[in-house]
């Protein structure tokens, strides 16, 4: 598995949205991008997880950061999941890969057939992961899961990134 280190070069990452295409290395926010993989339409912690940040975008972007949630999910799961969910105000990506995911140092997952909420799982989907990355293509920080649970809360994040602008704080965690 891939371990992508602060202060070094992303992987590329050319995916489709339901606005269009999108990549990456045309990106070119004030301070950060924020990728946010999550598992997909069958999960309701997703779900609760995205709404969060879809109330707090419009801060996120006064911060100089610009947002992309995507998943393995197909075009029509990740309409259904951000016209249900009510976020459609977040740029979303869907059909991440088994490569893209592991280029990212992202875990996958077995689907298990119906999930609590009566979903289908897909057989193969990416657990979560949110990566902070710099202007210029670099990791600033990233935190990577294998489950749903636990994820950094997105005011949190916020803050963090309030004071790592204001003080120039520098990545942290380049060591082997």
Same mark, same amino acid.
């Given at each position: 598995?891939?371990?992508?280190?602060?202060r070094?070069a992303?992987?590329?990452?050319?995916? @489709?949205? =339901?606005?269009?295409p999108?990549? &990456? $290395?045309?990106?070119?926010?004030?301070?950060?991008?924020?990728?946010v *993989?999550y598992?997909?339409l069958?999960?309701?912690?997703?779900? @609760?997880? =995205?709404?969060?940040?879809?109330? &707090? $975008?419009?801060?996120?972007?006064a911060?100089?950061?610009?947002i992309? *949630?995507l998943s393995?999910?197909?075009?029509?799961?990740?309409a259904?999941a951000?016209?249900?969910?009510?976020?459609?105000?977040?740029?979303?990506?869907?059909?991440?890969?088994?490569?893209?995911?592991?280029?990212?140092?992202?875990?996958?997952s077995?689907?298990?057939g119906?999930?609590?909420?009566?979903?289908?799982?897909?057989?193969?989907?990416?657990?979560p992961g949110?990566?902070?990355?710099?202007?210029d293509?670099?990791l600033?920080?990233?935190?990577?899961?294998?489950?749903?649970f636990?994820?950094?809360r997105?005011?949190?994040?916020?803050?963090?990134?309030?004071f790592?602008?204001?003080?120039?704080?520098?990545?942290?965690?380049?060591?082997?």
């Open positions: 598995m891939v371990i992508l280190k602060p070094t992303t992987p590329d990452l050319t995916i @489709n949205t =339901l606005k269009g999108w990549s &990456l $290395a045309q990106q070119a926010p004030e301070n950060f991008i924020m990728v *993989v598992r997909g069958h999960c309701p912690i997703c779900k @609760n997880y =995205l709404r969060e940040l879809s109330r &707090l $975008a419009d801060d996120f972007s911060k100089g950061v610009d992309l *949630v393995s999910d197909t075009e029509e799961r990740a259904q951000s016209r249900e969910w009510e976020i459609e105000n977040l740029m979303m990506g869907y059909g991440l890969s088994a490569e893209q995911s592991q280029a990212w140092g992202l875990h996958r077995a689907g298990r119906v999930t609590s909420i009566g979903i289908e799982e897909p057989s193969e989907f990416t657990e949110l990566f902070l990355v710099r202007p293509h670099t600033y920080w990233s935190n990577i899961s294998t489950m749903p636990a994820r950094p997105f005011k949190e994040v916020l803050g963090a990134i309030e790592a602008v204001s003080n120039h704080y520098p990545a942290r965690g380049e060591l082997v």
